[in-house]
C-alpha cells in the first residue's frame, strides 16, 4: 500500500530523462517494497545499460546550455528546488519512511538536511571564482579559470535515500554539470520525487536525470566507464566504491567515493558519562544503526566502564521499536535480509567467541527484518564486529587503559570517516583530535553533520569532501589560460 501523500503526484513509477518521464526501453519493472511491512508501495522502470547510455545523451545534450547559464540565474533555480523541497518536506518523509523505514521525524530531517545543501550550493554557484596570475613575460596575461567538469553519473545507497542525492546533485547543478542519478534499488522513490520538484522547480529537461535499477552493477557499470561521464560520485560500500573507481580508471574520471566506515566512539575516565551516553545511544542506533557515520565500537576506560554499562543499558531500554509510520517508534526494521543476515551473523561471531549479549541479540519478535536493540559486553578485537561495519542496532562497548591504547584500537582499521571521543581534559581535546585518522572527529558531541562541513573520510573510506566551501571543487576543472601578444 502506498503512503498517503498530500501531493500524490510525488509518488512515481517512471524514470526521469531527458526531462520526461519514461518507462524502462524493454519494458521492464520491478516493486518497492516497504521493509516494516512487506508491502509493495508500486513499481519502477527495471533499466539496462542501453537506458543508461540514453540518459547520459540526454546530459550530454543539455550541458552547453547549463553551463552558459549565468550563475545568478542557475543558482535561482536551485534555490527554488530547495523551496519546493522544503514545502513538500512532509510528503517527502512519508514517502522516505514508507520505502526505507526509518521513523517519520528522522525521514523528515534528512528531507531538510538534505535540502540544506541546495541551499547552500545555490549561493555557492554564484562564487565559482578563478584568479589573475602575474604574467610570467611582457604582452601576456595568465588566468585560472573554473570550469564544469561535464556530465556527472551519480549512485546513491539506500541508508540515506534523500541527502545522498541532494549533496551530490546540488554542487554538480551549481557548478554548471547535468547529472544522471542512479537510486538504490530498494530507495527509488524519494530520488523520482526529487526528480519531479526539480522540473516543478524549471530545472531544463536533461539537466537532471533519474535512472532505476535492480541490477546496479549493469547500470552503475555503465556509469562508471562511460567516456561521456566526466565525472562519478559514488555514496555507498567500499568493495563497490574500489570495483566503481577501477572501473573508472580506464577513462580517467574525476571521483568521489563516499564508503563504508568503523567509527570509534572513546569514553574517557574524566567524560561526562551523562552526555556520552545520550550521544552514544543517539549516534549508534540512528537509522537502526544503518548510518556511514553511526558508532561501530564503543570503547570506554576501564574505570567507567561498569558506570557507562548501567547508563547505557538503561537508555537502550528505552527505544521503540516499529514501523516507523507509528507515532513513538524511535527504531525501524532493517532494510533488507541481506542486512539482517550480516548482523546476525557478527553477533553470532561475537557471542561464539565470548561476548556477553547485556541487551537483545536477536531477532525482534515483530518478525520481518526488525532487529532488537543489542548491547554486548566482553567484547574483543578479535571478534568480526571490531573489524566489520554492523549497520544494525547493536552496540559493542570494549575496555580500554589508556589514552594511548585506546587511539591505537581507534586506528586499528583501514576505515576512517567519523570518530567521536568524550573527555574534559583540553590536552586530551587536542592530542586525541589530531592522532584520530579520521576525516571526521566529534569531541564530546555525535552531532556535527551539517551542509557548511565537509564531509568525507580518510583512508579506505573515501575520496573527495561532500557540502562546504570545498564540495563544489568536485565538480569543477581548473582550467589555466596563458594568452601572449597582447
Ligand atoms: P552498496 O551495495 O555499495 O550500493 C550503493 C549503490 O551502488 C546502490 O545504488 C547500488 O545499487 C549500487 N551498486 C551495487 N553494486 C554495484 C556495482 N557492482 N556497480 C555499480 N553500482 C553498484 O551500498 P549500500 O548497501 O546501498 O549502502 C550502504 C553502504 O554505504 C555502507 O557501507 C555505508 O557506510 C555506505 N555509506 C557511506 C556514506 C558516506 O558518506 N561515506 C553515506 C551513506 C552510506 P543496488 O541498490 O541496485 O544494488
Not at 533519474?210 to 568493495?239: D, M, P, Q, W, Y
Request: glycine letters at 10%.
Amino acid at each position: 500500500m502506498s503512503p498517503s501523500l498530500n501531493d500524490s503526484q510525488l509518488l512515481k513509477s517512471q524514470a526521469y530523462v531527458g526531462g520526461e518521464w519514461a518507462p524502462a526501453g524493454a519494458g521492464a519493472t520491478f516493486p518497492v517494497i516497504n521493509p516494516a511491512t512487506g508491502e509493495a508501495l508500486g513499481t519502477v522502470p527495471d533499466m539496462t545499460a542501453v537506458d543508461a547510455r540514453q540518459a547520459i545523451a540526454a546530459a550530454e545534450e543539455a550541458f552547453p546550455e547549463w553551463r552558459a547559464m549565468p550563475a545568478r540565474k542557475r543558482s535561482k533555480l536551485l534555490r527554488k528546488w530547495y523551496d519546493l523541497i522544503t514545502e513538500h518536506a512532509d510528503d517527502l518523509g512519508r514517502l522516505l519512511t514508507a520505502e526505507q523505514g526509518k521513523p517519520h521525524a528522522e525521514a523528515r530531517g534528512e528531507v531538510l538536511g538534505g535540502a540544506a545543501y541546495v541551499e547552500w550550493f545555490a549561493e555557492e554557484a554564484k562564487r565559482i571564482d578563478g584568479d589573475l596570475l602575474p604574467p610570467q613575460g611582457p604582452g601576456q596575461r595568465e588566468l585560472v579559470l573554473k570550469q564544469p567538469v561535464g556530465v556527472v553519473g551519480a549512485i546513491t545507497p539506500w541508508n540515506f535515500p534523500s541527502s545522498m542525492i541532494t549533496r551530490k546533485v546540488s554542487p554538480a547543478l551549481a557548478a554548471g554539470c547535468p547529472v544522471v542519478i542512479k537510486p538504490a534499488e530498494d530507495t527509488p522513490l524519494s530520488a523520482l520525487a526529487l526528480a519531479e520538484l526539480a522540473y516543478r522547480a524549471g530545472i531544463p529537461a536533461g539537466v537532471v536525470n533519474v535512472i532505476t535499477a535492480s541490477h546496479g552493477a549493469e547500470v552503475g557499470g555503465e556509469l562508471a566507464t562511460n567516456s561521456k561521464v566526466r565525472k562519478l560520485s559514488f555514496t555507498g560500500s567500499t568493495a563497490v566504491g574500489k570495483l566503481l573507481m577501477s572501473q573508472a580508471s580506464d577513462t580517467v574520471k574525476k571521483i568521489s567515493l563516499e564508503l563504508g566506515g568503523n567509527a570509534p566512539f572513546l569514553v574517557f575516565e574524566d567524560a561526562d558519562l551523562d552526555a556520552a551516553v545520550q550521544a552514544a545511544t543517539m549516534m549508534k542506533f540512528i537509522n537502526s544503526g544503518q548510518t556511514c557515520i553511526c558508532v561501530n565500537r564503543l570503547m570506554v576506560h576501564e574505570k567507567v566502564y561498569d558506570a557507562f554499562m548501567d547508563k547505557f543499558t538503561a537508555a537502550v531500554d528505552q527505544l521503540n521499536v516499529g514501523n516507523g509510520a507509528e507515532k513513538g517508534v524511535t527504531t525501524g526494521p532493517l532494510i533488507n535480509d541481506k542486512g539482517l543476515q550480516k548482523v546476525e551473523s557478527l553477533v553470532s561471531d561475537a557471542l561464539h567467541h565470548g561476548a556477553t549479549p547485556v541487551r537483545g541479540g536477536q531477532r525482534h519478535e515483530l518478525g520481518r527484518t526488525f532487529y532488537q536493540p543489542t548491547v554486548l559486553a566482553d567484547v574483543n578485537p578479535d571478534m568480526a564486529c571490531f573489524g566489520n561495519e554492523i549497520f544494525g542496532p547493536v552496540a559493542p562497548v570494549y575496555r580500554f587503559s589508556s589514552e594511548e591504547e585506546a587511539v591505537r584500537l581507534a586506528n586499528d582499521t583501514p576505515y576512517g570517516l567519523a570518530s567521536y571521543f568524550f573527555t574534559r581534559d583540553a590536552g586530551r581535546m587536542w592530542r586525541v583530535g589530531e592522532a584520530l585518522e579520521y576525516g571526521m572527529v566529534a569531541c564530546n558531541t555525535a552531532r556535527f553533520v551539517h551542509e557548511g562541513m565537509p564531509f568525507g573520510g580518510f583512508k579506505e573510506s573515501g575520496i573527495g569532501r561532500e557540502g562546504s566551501k570545498y564540495g563544489i571543487e568536485e565538480y569543477l576543472e581548473t582550467k589555466f589560460l596563458c594568452m601572449g601578444g597582447l
